[in-house]
């Protein structure tokens, strides 16, 4: 069956940087669309960035622009979100989300992250 596990996610200072990590499982990976979304408390899931198939199309929200990067590996079926300059606005659970040529998408269970003094 498919299976997304988000993994880094945890407590930063500001300024400071994770690598998140996805892995894959269940399906052909190279086939699927990838993307990260956050959900802060009180707030709507929202698209951080997404990739294409082979990985050579990415798309970020403006607010992690110059900051966040997506990558993926395909021989590993993984999926990498690095962060840097984190700001407290970043804190927030962290999901990754599969979508299959067929249309249909799945979600991991999410990571929490946090940036606090």
């Known amino acids: 069956q498919v299976q997304l596990v988000e993994s880094g996610g945890g407590l930063v200072q500001p300024g400071g940087s994770l690598r998140l990590s996805c892995a894959a499982s269940?399906?052909?990976?190279?086939?699927?669309?990838m993307s990260w979304y956050r959900q802060a408390p009180g707030k709507e899931r929202e698209l951080v960035a997404d990739i294409s198939r082979i990985g050579d199309i990415t798309n970020y929200a403006d607010s992690v622009k110059g900051r966040f990067i997506i990558s993926r590996d395909n021989a590993k079926n993984t999926v990498y979100l690095q962060m840097n300059s984190l700001k407290p606005e970043d804190t927030a659970v962290y999901y990754c989300?599969?979508?299959?040529?067929?249309?249909?998408?799945?979600w991991g269970q999410g990571t929490q992250v946090t940036v606090s003094s």
């Open positions: 989300k599969a979508v299959f040529l067929s249309g249909l998408r799945s």
């Open positions: 269940g399906f052909t990976f190279s086939s699927a669309r």
